[in-house]
């Protein structure tokens, strides 16, 4: 059993991480600004696990609150670092808040490791550092492409950062997790997405036209070079995506062979398009989704799924979750927040 540091862990995939954590026996601390979370949060986890995670309200780009947070819970022996601003529009809008949170708060776990005997960091990077592949399924060894927004360049540059850090010769592990799109809830309903305002992502928009509280989905598009014109992406299960955490933590922690710092793909190997989701969705809950063709959505990368084989190899960790439990997942908390379950 160890210790583990979440920040960002009342956001959607830090909290189904959390209790994919509790699950495995480890204790779990949670470090959250709430600002794109709700402190009911805790309850679900609870009601889940049947153990309330500890929670500290604070910024992590304020050092003097995360130096006071080492202290308070003294031995924590691994950090996850959800805490991040991430929406991609915003952030073209808004750069130097992306940078200050997104950089700031890394900086700040990376300096005050050392001190308290941290060893080691996962890090939620993204397939966006890939930009528009030259080849799909993407692997790891895949170029790097210039950013197209300041969010991806925050996880670019993130990746950097870390690792001139490692090199440098940082006494603790890192692992990189790329994920691809990150859909779905815990098939208890007890926890899930809960945007903010009028949602961006696909799944979100989909779930809340669904219960009528949109009037149409709009698919970006379907005049892609792909086979029914619309994009394709790799959606993976949100479970699936958080029980790869508490394998790389383990395996940080545990195994004293691994190397210093490791980066994989966390996708389930499979596109799919926004066409044949929405079909799915409809297949699998039986619940139509009004939709209309609209125009293309400005830098949207044209289709894009993982080559998870080093995950699958080296974690022996596999996306398992079918795209239709996984989509009345979605369904069934999406009527949870409608207060219909
Ligand atoms: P989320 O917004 O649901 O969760 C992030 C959490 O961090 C929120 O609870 C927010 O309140 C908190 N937070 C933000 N800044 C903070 C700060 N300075 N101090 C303390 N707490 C702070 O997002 P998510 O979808 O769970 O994403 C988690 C991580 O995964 C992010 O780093 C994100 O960039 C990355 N990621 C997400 C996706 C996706 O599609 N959801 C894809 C790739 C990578
Ligand atoms: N889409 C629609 N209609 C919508 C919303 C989305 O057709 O109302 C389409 C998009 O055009 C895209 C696909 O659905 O083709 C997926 O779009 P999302 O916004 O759900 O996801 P993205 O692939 O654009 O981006 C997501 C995260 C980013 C992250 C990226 C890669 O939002 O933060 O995955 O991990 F960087």
Redesign the pocket.
């Known amino acids: 059993m160890a210790k583990i540091l979440v920040t960002g862990g009342t956001g959607y995939i830090g909290s189904h991480t959390t209790v994919e954590l509790q699950k495995a026996g480890h204790e779990v601390v949670i470090i959250d600004n709430l600002s794109n979370s709700n402190i009911h949060v805790l309850d679900g986890i609870e009601r889940i696990s049947g153990v309330r995670p500890e929670f500290v309200e604070g910024d992590v780009t304020d050092l003097a609150t995360l130096r006071k947070l080492f202290e308070t819970h003294p031995g924590i022996d691994g950090i996850i670092n959800f805490a991040a601003s ?3 529009g915003e952030s073209v809008e808004q750069p130097l808040k992306y940078y200050r949170n997104n950089l700031v708060s890394l900086l700040n776990l990376l300096d005050l490791m050392p001190e308290y005997g941290v060893k080691g960091i996962v890090f939620s990077s ?3 550092v890939y930009g528009e592949p030259d080849v799909n399924p993407i692997d790891e060894t895949a170029p790097i492409k210039p950013a197209t927004s300041p ?2 360049n925050t ?1 670019q540059i993130s990746e950097e950062i870390i690792t001139d850090t490692i090199h440098a010769g940082a006494p603790f592990k890192s692992i990189l997790l ?4 990150p859909v779905g809830a815990h098939p208890s309903a007890e926890i899930g997405e809960l945007p903010n305002g009028v ?5 979100p ?2 779930t809340q036209t669904a219960a009528g509280i949109r009037k149409q ?5 379907d005049d892609y070079n792909t086979p029914d014109g ?2 394709i ?1 790799d959606f993976i299960d949100v479970v699936d995506l958080a029980k790869a955490h508490v394998i790389a933590m383990g395996r940080m922690l545990d195994n004293p062979e691994s190397p210093k710092l490791e980066v994989f793909n966390l996708g389930t190997g499979r596109g799919l398009s ?1 066409l044949e989701l929405i079909a799915s969705f409809e297949r699998s809950t039986g619940v139509k989704v009004p939709y209309v063709i ?1 125009q ?2 400005e830098g ?2 044209e289709k ?1 799924w993982a080559d998870p084989a080093k995950a699958n190899n080296v974690l022996g960790w596999k996306a398992e979750a079918s795209i239709d439990d996984t989509m009345r997942n979605a369904w069934r908390w999406q009527q949870k927040l409608a207060g219909k379950v």
């Open positions: 991430k929406a991609v993204s397939c966006t969010y991806g996880k790329r994920y691809f799109n949602p961006n992502n696909l799944i928009y989909l989905l709009t698919v970006f598009g619309s994009c992406r926004v609209g293309r959505r949207d990368i894009i």
